[in-house]
């Protein structure tokens, strides 16, 4: 088993005084650990989060723990555009610069269902909520440039239980063909990656990059749709582990790393990957960055039609910020 990528401590210790991240899904796993680090590193970070009172949870605990940042809890459901434009305008109201937009939170094989404007829940959410968020909040972004946008793909990009990871423009939201769970993870992943890619092609020259990110396969409750997660966390996890399971502090490390390293902003659309299950062997080590094995992920045409019908979809019209 590959050991999992560390972020070099040069990296975790640097002065993040006076810089703003917003974290979606900060409430839990990966997400909570993310905005664990920035605040400790000094950071003022929003905890976007659906479950306020979880959120505020989080928050204490990490106070608690003497950080020398704060934390700010702010209600979103990625589910639901209109109540994306009312967080992004309470945060533009508040915050005139941000520093890095972390497109974190996310859902995993759920059964079928729809976000409130009828999209397919996981590209809904994963994919079209966070698409929306970031054209939002680029007034802000560009006041803080350089800064960055780091979306939480996946390797299962790449082949989720054997579902290739692909976009489906005839049948986007599952309407004519039978929902398959994976197979949904998968398309939403692949574009939370092509949209990163996109961004980096559409903000060259304004000082935003973009990357995105495969975390690794981390114990957080993102499997509770496929397993219960107190089985994950008590009898299942000494083997789990052993077959390469990650803790979510380790899980925020590419995170971190496509956030605050040097090589990340030289290098805007890049993917950076922990240790993954892809289908090329070579692969399964992680890189930061690494080529995805997906042919789809270095598809120009096919990042552009999606940042068009994205923007169609979560009706932002023409206007190319
Ligand atoms: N864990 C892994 O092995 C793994 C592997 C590859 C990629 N990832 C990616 O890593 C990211 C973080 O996942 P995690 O492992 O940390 O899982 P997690 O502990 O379940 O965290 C997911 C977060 O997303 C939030 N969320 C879900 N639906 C939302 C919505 N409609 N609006 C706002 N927030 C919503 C959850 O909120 P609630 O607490 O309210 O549900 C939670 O805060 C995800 O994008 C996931 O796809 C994880």
Redesign the pocket.
Known sequence: MPKPLQCPAELLTLDLVGRTYVV??????????TVRQLAKQGAKVIL????VA?GEKARKLILEEGVRGSIEVAE?????LD?IRKFSSRVLENHKAIHGLI??????NPPKGK?QDGFELQFG??HL?HYLLTELLLPALKNGAPSRVVN?????HDKAFGREGKIDFDDLQFEKKKYDGWEA?AQ??LA?LLHAKHLAKRLNGTGITAASV???????????FSMPVWMQNTVLKPLLKLAG??E?WQ?AQSTLFALLSPEAASRSGAYFSQV?IYREKKACAGGWPMESPNPHAHDAALAERLDAISRELVALGNSVT
């Open positions: 979606t899904g900060g409430n839990s796993g990966i997400g909570l650990e976007a989060c659906r479950r979880e979103l459901d990625l589910a639901h109540a497109n974190n939170a996310g859902i995993m976000t959410t994963n909520g939480v793909s996946s390797c299962f993870y939403s992943k939370n495969h975390p690794g396969w981390v114990r957080s409750n993102l499997i509770k399971m990650i979510p899980g993954g």
